[in-house]
């Protein structure tokens, strides 16, 4: 039993990456305070990535995501918002191929706006991005 115990919390604690489909796609994971959502409207078609942390993000003027990994990039813009309380940081746009390859080839992302980086896990992330990259609109009635 004592064996078991540590495999069974270490099962339980583990990070994943979950993709929802629907109106909007839904693509989310959660780690050590980060929680990271993706979504795609294909009827509009937009698509947002939020960040929530623990703490505020602070104002300023680009924000950046380092992707680390085989296919290492690092993208950035100045088309960020903050929510009411700057624990969430959201990016919309109508494209985002360089985001979802970022997230589905790569080992490990960092958030960048300011001084605050905010480092998570790809791990397991590559199918669900797969996944969410299908999401298409559903035909009309």
């Known amino acids: 039993m004592r064996f078991a115990l540590p495999l069974i919390f270490l099962a339980t604690t583990c990070p994943a990456w979950e993709f929802t489909p629907g109106q909007p796609?839904?693509?989310?994971?959660?780690?050590?305070?980060?929680?990271?959502?993706l979504t795609y409207?294909?009827?509009?078609?937009?698509?947002?990535?939020?960040?929530?942390?623990?703490?505020?993000?602070?104002?300023?003027?680009?924000?950046?995501?380092?992707?680390?990994?085989?296919?290492?990039?690092?993208?950035?813009?100045?088309?960020q918002t903050l929510s009411a309380?700057?624990?969430?940081?959201?990016?919309?746009?109508?494209?985002f191929a360089n985001v979802l390859d970022g997230l589905?080839?790569?080992?490990?992302?960092?958030?960048?706006?300011?001084?605050?980086?905010?480092?998570?896990?790809?791990?397991g992330a590559a199918q669900p991005v797969a996944d969410f990259r299908l999401c298409r609109a559903e035909p009309g009635v």
């Open 85 to 95: 309380d700057r624990r969430t940081l959201t990016v919309t746009d109508r494209g």
């Open 25 to 37: 796609c839904l693509l989310n994971h959660e780690a050590r305070g980060t929680e990271v959502a």
């Open 41 to 79: 409207d294909p009827t509009a078609p937009l698509y947002t990535i939020s960040i929530t942390t623990d703490a505020p993000w602070p104002q300023a003027p680009v924000f950046s995501m380092r992707f680390d990994g085989p296919s290492g990039l690092m993208i950035s813009t100045d088309r």
């Open 104 to 123: 589905q080839f790569n080992d490990t992302a960092t958030a960048t706006s300011g001084t605050v980086a905010v480092r998570f896990s790809l791990s």
